[in-house]
């Protein structure tokens, strides 16, 4: 609805990388009733999924929620023109400021500062602190297929997992 409500509206599909994100929410314990947000957290409405969903890992089903909230956007981004919108990996944004002055440019604005955002990048702000949960490196490779099974968009983003 936002196109047509705003025609002039332009999105930026922002995507982390999938192992980063399963780490992040297993750090802040997802899916596992012990977290705060679990009750508004989407689940399955699929019935057949629904009944798969209790068996899986928090891995599997935090890679599933990353997953279907990136289909959910392909699917917005199938009803719009393609040069309205900006695919941004997360992973370049906080480490690559042409990344930011691409965005910039995607939005017509002129005030960019390269000197700010290489000063932003160098000290980040949103920093997980908390939560222990090994790097994707140090996963075994049981866990890394489960993930891999949960998230078929990986490869269309260039991720290897």
Same mark, same amino acid.
Request: zero cysteines; charged letters at 25%.
């Given at each position: *609805?936002? &196109?047509?409500?705003?025609?002039?509206?332009?999105?930026?599909? !922002?995507?982390?990388? /999938?192992?980063?994100?399963?780490r992040s929410?297993?750090?802040?314990?997802?899916?596992?009733?012990?977290?705060?947000?679990?009750?508004?957290?989407?689940?399955p409405?699929?019935?057949?999924?629904?009944?798969?969903?209790e068996?899986w890992?928090?891995?599997?089903?935090?890679?599933?929620?990353?997953?279907?909230t990136?289909?959910f956007?392909?699917?917005?981004?199938?009803? *719009?023109? &393609?040069?309205?919108?900006?695919?941004?990996?997360?992973?370049? !944004?906080?480490?690559? /400021?042409?990344?930011?002055?691409?965005i910039y440019?995607?939005?017509?604005?002129?005030?960019?500062?390269?000197?700010?955002?290489?000063?932003?990048?160098?000290?980040?702000?949103?920093?997980?602190?908390k939560?222990?949960?090994?790097s994707?490196?140090?996963?075994?490779?049981?866990?890394?297929?489960?993930l891999?099974?949960?998230?078929?968009?990986?490869?269309?983003?260039?991720?290897?997992?």
């Open positions: *609805i936002i &196109p047509k409500v705003f025609p002039n509206s332009v999105f930026i599909h !922002l995507v982390r990388h /999938p192992a980063d994100f399963v929410g297993m750090r802040r314990n997802w899916y596992s009733g012990k977290h705060d947000h679990d009750i508004g957290r989407i689940v409405a699929d019935p057949v999924i629904q009944q798969k969903w068996a890992t928090s891995i599997e089903k935090i890679g599933w929620l990353w997953n279907e990136n289909q956007i392909e699917n917005l981004k199938a009803g *719009i023109f &393609p040069e309205e919108i900006l695919f941004v990996k997360a992973e370049e !944004l906080f480490t690559n /400021p042409e990344i930011t002055k691409g440019e995607f939005l017509h604005l002129t005030d960019f500062n390269m000197r700010a955002v290489q000063k932003k990048i160098q000290k980040p702000l949103n920093v997980q602190r939560g222990s949960f090994p994707y490196a140090d996963w075994t490779e049981g866990d890394r297929k489960k891999r099974g949960m998230t078929p968009l990986a490869s269309k983003y260039g991720y290897q997992l």
